[in-house]
């Protein structure tokens, strides 16, 4: 079950800015780092944020990642087509567990 | 490369055990500070957190879900095999093994396995 909350959609025209928040608790965001990860339709998850807002190598800077308190957000700039997706925050939770958000699925109108 | 592939029935009764095994390569679970994570996928839900285990055989559990589930290794083999008893039809989705770099909070998963489908019905 989803600890992180998420909004369910999000959407936005090529070229525009769309923003995901995700929100938790001061058990896992608000004391621990963030990430994200991207589903493209039909594949698995992949890494796109690390440790709030790191990009691993291959993840275009158009994706940035930031945490403030007990939220945490991802941006994208500059949206593409490609960018259709479902997109997952997730941190680790001193239960000593990580916990995952609800997605939040992108379309690019 | 790192690669992960998961493995195990398609197809499982209400009340039997699931066995999984996830096959990698391109990573050693002897190596510190590496380990392997199982998540799963219900059709058009969300991802949720199962199991991981380190290098060091030390073992986490999701709270929710922590009687029903063993995860264990074979470093010879290069392989992480999850179990979870007593299934149910609630438990019909996608796992999939990944791959933990660093341990707890500092940790995440890449890359992921290709996932298996895994239903359970009568």
């Known amino acids: 079950q989803s600890v992180l909350t998420q909004p369910p959609s999000a959407s936005g025209t090529p070229g525009q800015r769309v923003t995901i928040s995700c929100s938790g608790s001061s058990s896992n965001i608000g004391s621990n780092y963030v990430y994200w990860y991207q589903q493209l339709p039909g594949t698995a998850p992949k890494l796109l944020i690390y440790r709030n807002n790191q990009r691993p190598s291959g993840v275009p800077d158009r994706f940035s990642g930031s945490k403030s308190g007990t939220s945490a957000s991802l941006a994208i700039s500059g949206l593409r087509s490609e960018d259709e997706a479902d997109y997952y925050c997730a941190a680790w939770d001193d239960s000593l567990s990580d916990v995952f958000g609800t997605g939040t699925k992108v379309t690019v109108l | 490369q790192i690669t992960l592939k998961e493995s195990g029935p398609t197809l499982v009764k209400p009340t039997q055990t699931l066995t999984l095994t996830c096959t990698f390569s391109?990573?050693?679970?002897?190596?510190?500070?590496?380990?392997v994570g199982w998540i799963r996928q219900p059709p058009g839900k969300a991802l949720e957190w199962l199991a991981l285990i380190y290098w060091d055989d030390d073992k986490r559990y999701s709270p929710s879900l922590k009687s029903r589930l063993t995860i264990t290794k074979d470093t010879s083999k290069n392989q992480v095999v999850l179990t979870m008893t007593n299934m149910d039809p609630v438990d019909t989705a996608t796992y999939y093994c990944?791959?933990?770099?660093?341990?707890?909070?500092?940790?995440?998963?890449?890359?992921w396995g290709q996932g298996t489908l895994v239903t359970v019905s009568s």
């Open positions: 990944a791959h933990r770099i660093s341990r707890a909070a500092a940790g995440w998963f890449d890359p």
């Open positions: 391109g990573f050693s679970l002897s190596t510190s500070g590496v380990g």
